[in-house]
């Protein structure tokens, strides 16, 4: 996040998805869908902006028909307070050691590269 994606959304959203997300942290919702798990975390603002179609459109079904330990496997230490953490701390230039590269722990690559997943399916 920074001052370019601000500016993408314009203040209104940007207030908006603020609020969203204060409301959010206020007002729990039951976590038994990746829809509530979003909206806990992000508010319901940023997740109809940017989770709920693109999830829909990925696993072809509504986020509230997938399990919210789908959730947890996939946005782990991604929330909008880690966001805004981030966010001040490059704009008082603390360095961040504990920043997340991967959403996963392990993912097994082929072992001569891609094409091998040509060459097995061919």
Known sequence: MNLNTICAMGPVTTIQAGFSFL?????????????????????????????????????????????????????????????????????LHIKNSNVETSLIEEFKYPKYGPGQLWECAS
């Open 23 to 91: 409301w959010a942290c206020i007002h729990k919702l039951p976590e038994t869908s990746l829809e509530n798990f979003y909206i806990n975390r992000f508010g319901r603002k940023l997740y109809s902006m940017f989770f709920e179609s693109y999830t829909h459109k990925l696993w072809g079904r509504h986020p509230s028909e997938i399990s919210a330990d789908w959730g947890a496997q996939r946005v782990k230490g991604l929330s909008v307070a880690a966001v805004l953490k981030d966010c001040f701390g490059r704009l």
